[in-house]
C-alpha cells in the first residue's frame, strides 16, 4: 500500500524493512524484469535522455532495489543517455522523508552515486494530470497507486468498499473507474515518447474474482464492512456516517484494464498505446506468512491491524460527523481498529492481506 | 534568508507574509526585472522546452511572485516551448513546504494552473553538483543561498564568522570561497544550453566595505562575536566551543565573484561563462524599518531575535562540546539569543539585519 507509514521505518537502523513494507517489495521485485525488458526496448529509441517516472513512489523505499537495476539497465543498454528519474505523488505525500533515502541520509541503501549523469527530481502533480512534456517519457512505472479513483462517484449503502457493492452503485464506481483509467493513459500517452514503456501493477480482481485481502481466507473488506455495520446496530455511529465510509477506489479486472487499449477506435489506442503484456499475480500477506510460523495469535493480530489501518483510517475518520469533537472521532476510530484487532486475536485463521494486482506492460507506438 | 523559518507562515491565513520572509521576497523581487531581461533573451536559445531552476529554494513562498513573471516571460517570448520549473535546496530542505505552497494548499497565491504545460518539480541535489543534464538549463536563478561554503575550511580563533577573520584563517575561507564559487559555476556552465542565463543574487561585500548586518550601524557578526565571547569570558563555555562556533559562510567582493568570469584562460571562462551585469544592493531590514515606525523597543527585539536564530542556531547548537547532554546545549542557546535579545531592547538603535546582495547576470556563450 503506498500510504503505508514508512518514514518510521526509514529511520530504523541496518535497512531494515518492516513487514508494512516487505509485501510491497515484493510487489515491486516481482515486475522488475517486466522493468528491465520494457527499459531495454525503450532506450532504443531514446536521444539524449531516458526519463523514468516512478508514479505514486510514496517514499521511494520500496522501488530502491527495482530503480537500481533500471538504471544498470538503462546504461547498459544506451550508455550515453543523461537518466532522468522523477518521483511523483500527491502534493499531501512526504517528500521529505522520499529525499532522505533517495539521497543516502538513511540506512537504505540508495542507487544514487553509483553512476554519473543520473538526475533525480520529484512532482507532486497527480497521475491524473500531464507530469512532464509531451514525448519526454521512456519508462512510466507505478505500483499499488492507481487504484485510487479522482474522485469518490457517491457512498455505497451497504459495504465500505466497491467490491461489495452491487447495481447502480457499483456502476457509478466501474463507470468512475473506467473514466479514471481512460485519463491516466491518456496523459501517459502524451508524456510517452515513441517506443516508450509503461509497467503498470494495479491492485485488481482476478479471473477467479479474488483481490487484495480475499483469496480464499477471510474476506478483509467484508470484515471492515461487518465491524462498521456492527457500530451502526450498537448505536455508535449514524446510518449517514456508516454510509459516508466508502473507499474511493475501483479494482480493474483484466478485461476492464485492457479494453481501453484494445478497443481500435477508442481514444488510448488512437494515442498510440498498444498493451504488450497483462497478468495476475498473487503476493502473499507477510504478516500471515509471518504467523504460520511463530503462531502466536495476539503478536499477529498486534502487528497486522496497522498496515489495514495506514491506508483505510482517513477514510474512516471523514467518514464520521464533523459536529462531533476531533478527539471523539479518534476515539471512535481506535475502538474501530481494537475491533478488528478482537477478531484476529481470536479467530486468526484465514486473515491476511493478500496482494492481487494485475502486472501490464504498455507501449508507445514508435 | 533561505534557512528562515517559513512554514509556520505558509499555514498562516490570507497569503500573509511575515516580516522574517519580507526582506527575502523583496530581494528576489529587486532581482525579477533582470530575471525578465534574461529569460527573453534565452528563450530565444531555447527548442521545445525552457527549463528554469530555483536553487536554494526552501519553500518556495518568496520567489512565488517572480516565478509568475517569470512563466509569463516565457510564454510571451516564446508561446511554443514547454517550461519546467526545477526547485532545488538540499536534502534536508522542507519539500513538504515547498509542494503545499506551489500547488496552492496554502494561503499563497500560487502561479500554477494559470498556463499549460509547465511542469514543476523538485531536487534535493546541491548546487555544488550538477542537478540537470547537459545544455539543458535555460534561467539559473539563485537568491541569498550560494555564500554557504561546501564545508568549513577551518575555525576562526577571534570571531564567528569570515567579515571579522584576518591573516591565514580569513585566506583559508577565501581560497575555500574561490574554489566553491568556481564549482557552482562550473556546474552551472554544464547544465546551461547555449544562450542559456544565470541571475545570481548572493550575499556580497559591497565596494564600502559592508555586508549583512553591517550597513553603518551596530554591526551584527561583531554583536554575535561579542555576546559568545562573554559566555567564554563568564565560564559558560570552553574556549574550544567559542572557536567552533565558526559560520561556512563566505561573502565574496564584486571583484571575487567577477574573477572566474573575466579570467579568459580560466576554467569558467572557458566553459563559456561570460558576466552580463554585476552590481550590488541594500534592501533594508524589514524589523528596523518596523521599529522606526511604531518605536516599541521591546517588540522590535523580540520580533527581531528570531530571523537572526534561524539560520545561526544550527552552528550554534553545534559548537557545543557533544559531551553536554541536549537539554543543556538547547539552554545555553536560548540564553545566547536572550542575551542579544537584552542588548536590542536595552539600546535598539541601529541594530538592523540589512541585506548586501551582488546581482548577476551570467550568460552561457551560444
Redesign the interface.
Known sequence: MAQAGKTDVAMKGGGYYSLATLGAKHVIEGATPMVLKAVAAAADHAQ??FTFTDMGCADGGTSLTMMRAAIDAIRTAAPKL?I?V?YTDQ??????A???I??G?TDFDTYLDEHQ?V???????SFYR?????A?LHLGFSATAMHWLSRKPGNISDHVHMVGAHGAELERFAEQGHRDWETILLHRAAELAPGGRLVLVNFARDEQGRHLGNTGGVHMFDTFNAIWRGFVEDGTISEQEYRNMTLPQYYNTVEEFGAPLLETHGPVHRAGLRLEHIETRIVPCPFAADFAAHGDSERFAREYIPTLRSWTEATFFDALNRARPGDERRELIDRYYSAYQDRVRADPAGHAMDYVHAYMTIRKHA
Chains 1, 2 share one sequence.
Open positions: 539524449r535522455e543523461d532522468r522523477l502534493p499531501r505525500n512526504d517528500y521529505n522520499l529525499f532522505q533517495v539521497y541520509n549523469r538526475y533525480v527530481a520529484a512532482s507532486a502533480t500531464q507530469i512532464v512534456p509531451d519526454t
